[in-house]
């Protein structure tokens, strides 16, 4: 019996910023943010969080992997919009942003 690993294995890119412990409080607090993470909607994107090298994220995952920097750019002011509606009065510039892959196998 043989298995074809790489049918198994999908590499994804992250794009997001890293989730400091006044993002995660401001977060709990926020009804909108509990709100946006119980009722989907299609024509909005939701935020993920995904933890990496021992630290949480919040952001997008890219699921192709011809992303130009400009569209990872877009993503960014996407992810500042969203954290600014969810966290109001949160300085922006505090913001530490990462892409990174994440390697999953099913």
């Given amino acids: 019996m043989t298995i074809d690993i790489q049918d198994r294995i999908t590499v ?3 794009v997001g910023c890293l989730v400091s412990s006044d993002i995660k409080h ?3 607090q926020s009804l909108s943010w509990k709100e946006s993470q119980i009722v989907s ?3 909005c994107r939701k935020l ?3 933890h ?3 630290k949480y994220f919040l952001g997008y995952f890219i699921d192709d992997s ?3 920097l400009s569209e990872i750019e877009e993503l960014k002011k ?3 919009a969203k954290i600014t509606k969810f966290c109001e009065g949160y300085t ?3 913001l530490k942003f990462f892409v990174f892959p994440q390697v999953f196998v099913s």
């Fill in 26 to 28: 401001q977060l709990s």
């Fill in 41 to 43: 909607s299609k024509s």
């Fill in 52 to 54: 990496y090298q021992g």
């Fill in 92 to 94: 922006l510039n505090k």
């Fill in 12 to 14: 994804r890119m992250f």
């Fill in 78 to 80: 996407e992810i500042e």
């Fill in 66 to 68: 011809g992303s130009t």
């Fill in 48 to 50: 993920e969080e995904t």
